[in-house]
Nanobody
Framework: QVQLVEPGGGLVQAGGSLKLSCAASGRSFSHYDLGWYRQAPGKQREFVAAIGGTTYYTDTVKGRFTISRDNDKNTVFLQMNSLKPEDTAIYYC???????????WGQGTQVTVAS
């Protein structure tokens, strides 16, 4: 099982940008589909973006967020542009094994977008 560490997060003004990173220790990301989820106060955790053979985004972030990965560095990124207050949440990276190994979650990082 990969161990996911999420440095980054922080406070940004509406319309600004922030880049999240999630680095794996232990196993490589090579055989994992990767993604980002978020959970706002009082709400359930929701899907944000994923990358495997292709990329997927929830409708509310399309055109603003970009997910990418660097398998050599065992890192997945989420570039967030044109941030809105509604994007405020704890963001979690996620790794889904394509080889039947257990899924892994990062510890979460707080992203706050000020209006």
């Amino acid at each position: 099982q990969v161990q996911l560490v999420e440095p980054g997060g922080g406070l940004v003004q509406a319309g600004g940008s922030l880049k999240l990173s999630c680095a794996a220790s232990g196993r490589s990301f090579s055989h994992y589909d990767l993604g980002w989820y978020r959970q706002a106060p009082g709400k359930q955790r929701e899907f944000v973006a994923a990358i495997g053979g292709t990329t997927y985004y929830t409708d509310t972030v399309k055109g603003r967020f970009t997910i990418s990965r660097d398998n050599d560095k065992n890192t997945v990124f989420l570039q967030m542009n044109s941030l809105k207050p509604e994007d405020t949440a704890i963001y979690y990276c996620h790794a889904h094994s394509t080889l039947g190994r257990p899924d892994c979650w990062g510890q979460g990082t707080q992203v706050t977008v000020a209006s």
